[in-house]
């Protein structure tokens, strides 16, 4: 059974900055190509950047440019860097496999872009 643990999120103002952490048991981390991905309310969950068991990255247009994804296949975590944060932003944050999911999903970590 895989574990994802999200932390990092909180209330920040727009223009700031969060790092998101994901530490993930119970795989063969660095075979999966690892996502981030966010829910607002009343919307669908979406993919915002993946990363494969390379480096190779990708991003959605709506962050490209302001998030960085990265990994540590020592540690098994994943890691997003949000920087020019705006409140379209907010969202419940989520890790898992990327396209394909693992079936389990974590708790998530709020983040809230508001002044």
């Known amino acids: 059974q895989v574990q994802l643990v999200e932390s990092g999120g909180g209330l920040v103002q727009p223009g700031g900055s969060l790092r998101l952490s994901c530490a993930v048991s119970?795989?063969?981390?660095?075979?999966?190509?690892m996502g981030w991905y966010r829910q607002a309310p009343g919307k669908q969950r979406e993919l915002v950047a993946s990363?494969?068991?390379?480096?190779?990255?990708n991003y959605a247009d709506s962050v490209k440019g302001r998030f960085t994804i990265s990994r540590d296949n020592v540690v098994d975590t994943v890691y997003l860097q949000m920087t020019s944060l705006k409140p379209e932003d907010t969202a419940v944050y989520y890790c898992?496999?990327?396209?394909?999911?693992?079936?389990?999903w974590g708790r998530g970590t709020q983040v809230t872009v508001s002044s």
């Open positions: 898992n496999a990327a396209p394909d999911t693992f079936s389990s």
């Open positions: 119970g795989s063969i981390f660095i075979f999966y190509t």
């Open positions: 990363i494969n068991s390379g480096g190779t990255t």
